[in-house]
């Protein structure tokens, strides 16, 4: 019988890694080698020699609470002792049926019925798929989807498409359908309303008037972009365009697997915007960061136009694990986890932390753009065009603040914390200090050239 062997010599399990191990968005030729992590606690994370790290990135923003949090954990070994998995087609069980009320009773009415799957991608994939047939269940074939200029959906083809002007795609562009972009007026700190904001609403309005009869649905992640580099946008802007939107009865999605579950401060970045998308997509922090799970929210006009007598107006679409038993549990945990650890309250704790940081960050002259929306906190490094002096700077500072016990992730040059919600203010503040330090460091490096920066 193969065991498990946890105990794996540290070369010998980055040998087998090089050979068997497909990394995403890994470049695997210049990689430097990956971290051999062993276990999480908290917001740490330890490495095969024992080494600690602050997890600086929540682990690509799925963590809530903490790693290896033991309410969580234990909430999923009951579950996998008494119902593991079963299709959901013809069954049910009462964790998915919980969880959807949950989650119902969270999200701004009156999105009401909840479509089960299996990450971020497969989340957005649903809700494209449930606006294109709520047409054409109608007898109506529209064609066109607006998308934000810059914006990340996922990884699947139709997640893909939504994102297609982001320019990730290159490899696979001439396969993407055709989704046209709303110019995306972000702004920072200090940047208030701008000129922007009024061109791209007037670039909506003219384009409404022209092709909103044949829009499918407008598709955004409210307030934040993230793989785009953590772009904000104002509440009262994106109000704006989704009441544009919404008027000519054209379903909004709101892509929320990045922002949900606090991360911008209101339980769900759609409160702040002030209104309610007609389909909400919802991964990452789902299940507090335990297990792969997404799911898609509609409103019930959307729900209703896929009743019918005629089983072709279903929507036909599921995953083997869609509702698996073990996620459900782990999101309900996390769930109850935000009332027993009061985390809407810690996040606003966090969030003053970041606010007084990134002040004092933001004299650092190679600091630009300094943002924040919640707790996720972000600038950009500032990059000389002519010299390349900076280019890959993003890639050298991650490689660099490793080496001090914190993960960071930059995205090109943008620099950004998002951290779990357990964090302890002493570990920010210095994981900031790191920052600051290697931001030093950097300026003395000038004219040092690197090559490839980090994706994602
Ligand atoms: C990460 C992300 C996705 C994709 O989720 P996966 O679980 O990685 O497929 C989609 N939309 C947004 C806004 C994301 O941040």
Redesign the pocket.
């Given at each position: 019988m193969t065991r498990l062997k946890t105990a794996i010599p540290k070369s010998e399990l980055l040998a087998q890694d090089h050979q068997h191990c497909w990394h995403p968005f890994t470049q695997a030729q210049t990689a430097a080698p990956p971290i051999p992590m062993v276990r999480g606690e908290r917001e740490f994370l330890f490495d095969a020699d024992g080494k600690r790290y602050f997890d600086g990135v929540s682990s690509?923003?799925?963590n809530l609470h903490g790693h290896a949090h033991p309410v969580i954990a234990e909430a999923i070994a009951q579950q996998a002792r008494t119902l593991e998995q079963v299709m959901f087609a013809g069954i049910t069980h009462a964790p998915a049926v919980q969880l959807a009320q949950a989650l119902v009773q969270r999200a701004p009415a009156p999105l009401q019925h909840v479509f089960y799957t299996?990450?971020?991608?497969?989340?957005?994939e649903v809700a494209l798929k449930m606006a294109a047939q709520y047409w054409r269940n109608q007898g109506q074939l529209r064609q066109r989807f607006l998308a934000f200029e810059g914006?990340?959906?996922?990884?699947?083809f139709g997640?893909m498409a939504a994102?297609r002007s982001s320019g990730f795609y290159t490899p696979f562009e001439d396969w993407l359908f055709a989704v046209d972009s709303l110019p995306y007026p972000h702004t920072w700190q200090g940047h208030g309303p701008s000129a922007d904001e009024a061109e791209s609403l007037a670039w909506l309005d003219q384009y409404l008037l022209e092709h909103g009869s044949e829009l499918v649905a407008f598709i955004a992640?409210p307030l934040v972009?993230?793989?785009a580099g953590m772009r904000m946008v104002r509440p009262a802007y994106l109000r704006a365009v989704v009441e544009r939107v919404q008027a000519q009865g054209i379903p909004v999605i709101f892509?929320?697997?990045?922002?949900g579950f606090g991360r911008t401060g209101t339980f769900f970045a759609s409160e702040q915007v002030g209104v309610a998308p007609d389909l909400l997509?919802l991964?990452?922090g789902l299940t507090g960061g335990f297990l792969?799970m997404?799911a898609t929210l509609a409103q019930p006009h959307i729900y209703q136009a896929f009743l019918s007598d005629d089983v072709g107006k279903a929507l036909l679409h599921g995953h083997s694990y869609t509702a698996n038993p073990l996620g459900c549990a782990a999101a309900l945990a996390s769930l109850q986890l935000f009332e027993e650890e009061q985390t809407l309250a810690r996040i606003q704790a966090q969030a003053a932390v970041h606010t007084e940081q990134l002040a004092r960050l933001a004299q650092h002259p190679r600091v630009q753009r300094v943002r924040q929306s919640g707790t996720i906190a972000a600038f950009d490094l500032q990059v000389n065009e002519q010299n390349q002096y900076g280019a890959g700077a993003g890639t050298w500072l991650r490689e660099r603040a490793a080496q001090q016990g914190v993960l960071l992730r930059p995205l090109g040059n943008c620099i950004y914390f998002i951290a779990p919600y357990c964090t302890a203010n002493e570990t920010l503040i210095q994981a900031y200090q790191v920052v600051s330090t290697l931001l030093d460091e950097l300026a003395e490096r000038q004219g040092e050239s690197r090559i490839a920066s980090d994706f994602f």
């Amino acid at each position: 019988m193969t065991r498990l062997k946890t105990a794996i010599p540290k070369s010998e399990l980055l040998a087998q890694d090089h050979q068997h191990c497909w990394h995403p968005f890994t470049q695997a030729q210049t990689a430097a080698p990956p971290i051999p992590m062993v276990r999480g606690e908290r917001e740490f994370l330890f490495d095969a020699d024992g080494k600690r790290y602050f997890d600086g990135v929540s682990s690509w923003w799925v963590n809530l609470h903490g790693h290896a949090h033991p309410v969580i954990a234990e909430a999923i070994a009951q579950q996998a002792r008494t119902l593991e998995q079963v299709m959901f087609a013809g069954i049910t069980h009462a964790p998915a049926v919980q969880l959807a009320q949950a989650l119902v009773q969270r999200a701004p009415a009156p999105l009401q019925h909840v479509f089960y799957t299996d990450n971020g991608s497969t989340a957005v994939e649903v809700a494209l798929k449930m606006a294109a047939q709520y047409w054409r269940n109608q007898g109506q074939l529209r064609q066109r989807f607006l998308a934000f200029e810059g914006a990340y959906h996922g990884d699947t083809f139709g997640a893909m498409a939504a994102g297609r002007s982001s320019g990730f795609y290159t490899p696979f562009e001439d396969w993407l359908f055709a989704v046209d972009s709303l110019p995306y007026p972000h702004t920072w700190q200090g940047h208030g309303p701008s000129a922007d904001e009024a061109e791209s609403l007037a670039w909506l309005d003219q384009y409404l008037l022209e092709h909103g009869s044949e829009l499918v649905a407008f598709i955004a992640e409210p307030l934040v972009q993230g793989a785009a580099g953590m772009r904000m946008v104002r509440p009262a802007y994106l109000r704006a365009v989704v009441e544009r939107v919404q008027a000519q009865g054209i379903p909004v999605i709101f892509d929320e697997v990045m922002t949900g579950f606090g991360r911008t401060g209101t339980f769900f970045a759609s409160e702040q915007v002030g209104v309610a998308p007609d389909l909400l997509c919802l991964s990452k922090g789902l299940t507090g960061g335990f297990l792969p799970m997404g799911a898609t929210l509609a409103q019930p006009h959307i729900y209703q136009a896929f009743l019918s007598d005629d089983v072709g107006k279903a929507l036909l679409h599921g995953h083997s694990y869609t509702a698996n038993p073990l996620g459900c549990a782990a999101a309900l945990a996390s769930l109850q986890l935000f009332e027993e650890e009061q985390t809407l309250a810690r996040i606003q704790a966090q969030a003053a932390v970041h606010t007084e940081q990134l002040a004092r960050l933001a004299q650092h002259p190679r600091v630009q753009r300094v943002r924040q929306s919640g707790t996720i906190a972000a600038f950009d490094l500032q990059v000389n065009e002519q010299n390349q002096y900076g280019a890959g700077a993003g890639t050298w500072l991650r490689e660099r603040a490793a080496q001090q016990g914190v993960l960071l992730r930059p995205l090109g040059n943008c620099i950004y914390f998002i951290a779990p919600y357990c964090t302890a203010n002493e570990t920010l503040i210095q994981a900031y200090q790191v920052v600051s330090t290697l931001l030093d460091e950097l300026a003395e490096r000038q004219g040092e050239s690197r090559i490839a920066s980090d994706f994602f």
